[in-house]
């Protein structure tokens, strides 16, 4: 019995153990720095916002889809927010257009691909041009300094210290993987995902509504970028125009470090929350070890393809 | 003996091409029929127009008693009826494990949405063991399909169809590209169809496999029928012959 559950979750068992090597690794490299409680605090604050944006793709990705366009999404989001905000000064207003120009922007994506039919990379790499030209034109390269946000009741509930030390943001990571999670494993509609990623045709024979799922998980990725866009707003009391630009890469690897399976159907959300956890903690594992920066995007290299060699020598093993 | 589907007649036409001629056709109650014939004799025709697939053109049908008309007959109201066509390749997803599979689009769930999973297991076990007789063999709920063979693969669709209750399943060659040993499995499941009290349409153009496990034997060529025969009324070589004889003919 334990053996077979060892069997069933040996992906997450092995990224979870991944983490804990990387963990060690920088404790013995920098122990003044990985030894005390500030630094996990700081990951706390810092990896929930490409982390969130993780999560949602994993669900993009395990349905056969791909979504390149929430960097630009985050930008129009993040806008939309802090401008409404400056202009009426109810920040709960701005957060609820924000949510809605993230679930538009996700809602033009599915159409575009599941309606017209163009194939989802193509479809929103055309969508990321166009949003950040869009934010670019409305701002005019200007950026939006919304330093009272910090004053608004809003701010605490999310991005505030619990008990005045855990990031609220780090609580909102936590709840919406855990949503995600039972909504993948637990529900139909994570039921028709997978199926969709795995075999569009089969899922279509045994009554799946394929178009309203594969739109829907559109929808709910440009939902959680607006959000992800949203805490950053709050955190950095400031947007500018590049906003999300650099999370593209970071967000990508996260999910496939996690074992989500580029070619659909197949991915875990625990695997995603590992994934970029391991990802957050590389930048400043490296540089309080010692090295300098430069090294950070080499490691992440080295970690991305040796878990994806990893994984596709199991499966060609047919051991996952 | 109850009829399932009574055929009284049937034409159907493609244009200027004529696919069907006054066919009959019956098929009773823990009855497995092996429907034979050359490739364009109008096996397909036929059982797309009990699927609900193609409307008929001329005859009568009868599902379970009921007259149907053929514009009113479509793939759900067959469905209805409890007849439902197992596909070998397009019905399952591979990378999703068995009780993912076995529930798909039907699954058992709360009032929200979520699946009861522990429950759906306990089923998949049910069904493989008592439904299909697959035991043993590392098979479990948690399998993954890509990891059957083929053989396993169509049992796992026929214990599917016989769980949701059709009494009518529809296999459209079921044994093209399959091994010898994988073959014999799904002759055995084609027997716990019957031995499950449902009814099965097989259709194939290989008798060997057809004879062994069918009741009786329709045969088709051009559109009609040309030979109807019960298994204990003829010898496997006998129906060779006779299936020569009618491809001769033409």
Redesign the interface.
């Known amino acids: 019995m334990l053996k077979t559950t060892f069997n069933r979750f040996k992906l997450q068992f092995g990224i979870f153990f991944m983490l804990l090597i990387l963990i060690i690794i920088f404790m013995i490299l920098s122990p003044s720095t990985f030894l005390s409680k500030r630094i996990y605090i700081s990951f706390m604050s810092t990896i929930p916002f490409a982390a969130i944006l993780a999560l949602g793709l994993t669900l993009v990705i395990i349905s056969g889809d791909m979504d390149l366009s929430f960097p630009s999404v985050m930008a129009i989001s993040g806008f939309t927010f802090s401008s409404l905000f400056l202009s009426t000064g109810n920040a709960l207003i701005a957060l609820i257009a924000a949510l809605m120009v993230g679930m538009g922007a996700g809602l033009i994506n599915g159409f575009i691909v599941v309606k017209i039919g163009v194939p989802s990379i193509i479809a929103t790499i055309g969508m990321q041009f166009f949003w950040r030209g869009l934010t670019t034109v409305i701002c005019e390269g200007m950026s939006n300094s919304i330093v009272a946000v910090r004053e608004t009741t809003l701010h605490p509930l999310f991005v505030g210290r619990v008990g005045s030390v855990i990031p609220a943001q780090a609580l909102w990571f936590l709840g919406i993987a855990i949503f995600l999670w039972s909504l993948l494993n637990r529900h139909t509609f994570g039921d028709s995902i997978r199926f969709i990623g795995d075999n569009t045709q089969t899922a279509r024979i045994m009554g799946i509504n394929v178009d309203y799922v594969r739109i829907l998980v559109f929808v709910q990725m440009g939902l959680l970028t607006a959000f992800s866009s949203v805490l950053v707003c709050f955190e950095m009391a400031n947007w500018w125009p590049t906003q999300g630009e650099g999370y593209m890469l970071l967000v990508f690897a996260s999910v496939f470090i996690g074992g989500t399976s580029v070619f659909g159907g197949r991915g875990t959300i625990v695997g995603t929350f590992i994934g970029s956890i391991i990802i957050g903690i590389i930048e400043a594992g490296v540089i309080s070890s010692g090295y300098s920066g430069f090294w950070t995007r080499l490691i992440y290299g080295v970690i991305v393809v040796a878990s994806v060699s990893v994984y596709a020598i199991m499966m060609k093993k047919k051991a996952l | 003996m109850e009829k399932l589907i009574q055929m009284r007649g049937i034409g159907k036409k493609f244009g200027e091409i004529v696919a069907l001629q006054d066919v009959d056709f019956e098929l009773g109650k823990k009855e497995v029929v092996g429907l034979l014939g050359d490739n364009g004799a109008g096996k397909s025709t036929l059982i797309k127009i009990i699927t609900g697939v193609y409307p008929f053109d001329g005859g009568e049908m009868f599902i379970r008693g009921t007259k149907v008309s053929p514009q009113r007959y479509t793939v759900q109201e067959a469905r209805k009826f409890g007849i439902e066509t197992v596909?070998q390749e397009?019905?399952?997803?591979?990378?999703?494990p068995l009780w993912?599979n076995i529930f798909?689009?039907?699954?058992v769930?709360n009032s929200?949405?979520?699946?009861k999973?522990r429950k759906e297991k306990e089923e998949t076990i049910n069904i493989l063991r008592n439904l299909i007789g697959l035991k043993g063999a590392g098979i479990?709920p948690?399998s993954f399909v890509?990891?059957l063979s083929g053989g396993e693969r169509q049992g796992i669709a026929i214990g599917r169809a016989m769980y949701f209750k059709s009494e009518i399943i529809v296999l459209d060659e079921p044994t093209t590209a399959l091994s010898l040993k994988e073959v014999e499995k799904v002759l055995t499941f084609i027997n716990m169809i019957r031995e499950n009290g449902k009814s099965c349409i097989y259709i194939s153009h290989n008798i060997y496999h057809v004879y062994s496990v069918s009741d009786r034997f329709v045969i088709l060529e051009r559109g009609r029928v040309v030979g109807h025969y019960r298994r204990s009324e003829l010898s496997l070589e006998e129906l060779s012959e006779k299936l020569m004889l009618h491809a001769k003919s033409d």
């Open positions: 596909y397009r019905s399952l997803g591979e990378r999703q993912r798909i689009g039907r699954h769930t929200f949405g979520y699946i999973v479990s948690d890509g990891m």
